[in-house]
């Protein structure tokens, strides 16, 4: 996905840290819980380092596993590539992890390569994205589809039922992109015929998004809503489009173009206070990484879980290859966007 060079940069320098970081803490480190050497190894792989949502996970991530004394493995990142995250995973059975924890972004194609896992007795946790086959142990997740749902419910209460709105949609071979365009459509068709849905497939790519709406927009100068499937992507190209042709509007004005979107990054938090956006869901990256290396470790140990409330403010429920714990992803808006509990206010940007 393009960003711009200093992006780049600030994202690379981020990962670079945290590999350097995590490993530095592997070479006989102690901490507060303990010697982390003497835990059994676990292999960690961020998913991606072209997403500020992605690159906030990695710091709490490297924050978690010093805190709690994890004894990871150097950290991979497969950079959105599901070949990559394979090879690494390789990497990962060769030098003894216990359990491993991923994002697959493509969702369909790691099925191979958790049942090859599952076959060596090393357990995996999946964050964020649930594969659509092989065993998993634990999905560390929100309700994605609950996501679609918010979103069309506030557009359509904004707009009051009426006008054109364009959906940023996700990589449609994810779960995530799937569940979230699915849920959003049969909202909008239930509860709000009266608007008109422009559905513009992204895989992901803040360029290709601001591309075709941009075409949208000539097309419908009209549009007035706008669904952005994850703003750590989305939300810098759109905003910067809308400024290129003068729709950058603040809420409340004439012409201002009602926009939600989900992820919950500072950036996000800053453009609903300034009023370019309406709102987001906040998709807990903080609660991923810790709930992440929990299962993780839990899992080395041979723990087992049941579908059913947690003590920790989210449902376990019973998937078709394991279990998924879906933690809560609540809506942002102005009105409660100085929260100092959502993690977007605690995060470095």
């Known amino acids: 996905m393009n960003r711009s060079t200093a992006r780049t940069t600030a994202a690379t320098a981020v990962t670079l840290l945290l590999v350097t970081g995590l490993a530095a803490c592997n070479r006989g480190s102690t901490t507060a819980t303990g010697t982390a050497a003497a835990k059994p190894p676990i292999g960690i792989d961020l998913p991606r380092s ?16 010093t805190a709690d004394g994890v004894n990871e493995l150097p950290v991979s990142n497969s950079q959105n590539d599901v070949t990559k995250l394979v090879a ?3 990497v990962f059975e060769n030098t003894g992890a216990k359990a491993i924890v991923m994002a697959p972004q493509d969702t369909g194609a790691i099925a191979s390569t958790l049942d090859a896992l599952a076959a060596r007795n090393i357990p995996v946790v ?5 594969p659509d086959k092989g065993k998993v142990y634990m999905v560390v ?3 994605n589809r609950a996501y679609g749902t918010k979103a069309c419910q506030f557009l359509g209460a904004q707009l009051k039922g009426k006008g054109k709105v364009a959906e940023f949609e996700g990589d449609l071979t994810s779960i995530n992109g799937r569940d979230r365009s699915e849920a959003f459509a049969d909202c909008m068709k239930t509860n709000f015929p009266g608007i008109q849905v ?18 949208t927009l000539a097309q419908n100068p009209d549009l007035n809503g706008l669904y952005m499937q994850a703003g750590g992507v989305f939300l810098q190209p759109t905003l910067a489009l809308l400024q290129q042709k003068g729709l950058l509007k603040p809420a409340g004005t004439p012409g201002h ?14 453009a609903i206070r300034k009023g370019q956006i309406d709102a987001t869901i906040s998709q807990p990256a ?3 990484a810790k709930y992440a290396l929990y299962y993780a470790e839990a899992a080395v140990a041979g723990k087992t879980f049941q579908p059913g409330p947690t003590d920790h403010n989210s449902t376990i429920i019973a998937i078709p290859n394991g279990l ?3 933690l809560p992803a609540p809506l942002v808006t102005k009105a409660n966007v100085d929260d100092t509990t959502l993690w977007g206010n605690t995060v470095s940007k």
């Open 88 to 90: 690494n995973v390789q």
């Open 50 to 65: 072209d997403s500020d949502f992605w690159n906030s996970y990695a710091q709490y991530l490297k924050s978690d596993v």
């Open 198 to 215: 422009f559905p513009l497939v992204t895989d992901w790519k803040g360029d290709v998004a601001s591309s075709k709406l941009a075409t």
């Open 141 to 143: 997740r929100a309700d």
């Open 324 to 326: 998924e714990d879906q």
């Open 286 to 288: 903080d609660l991923y």
């Open 126 to 130: 999946s964050v964020d994205t649930r």
């Open 257 to 270: 173009i009602t926009i939600i979107s989900n992820d919950g990054i500072p950036q996000e938090f800053d």
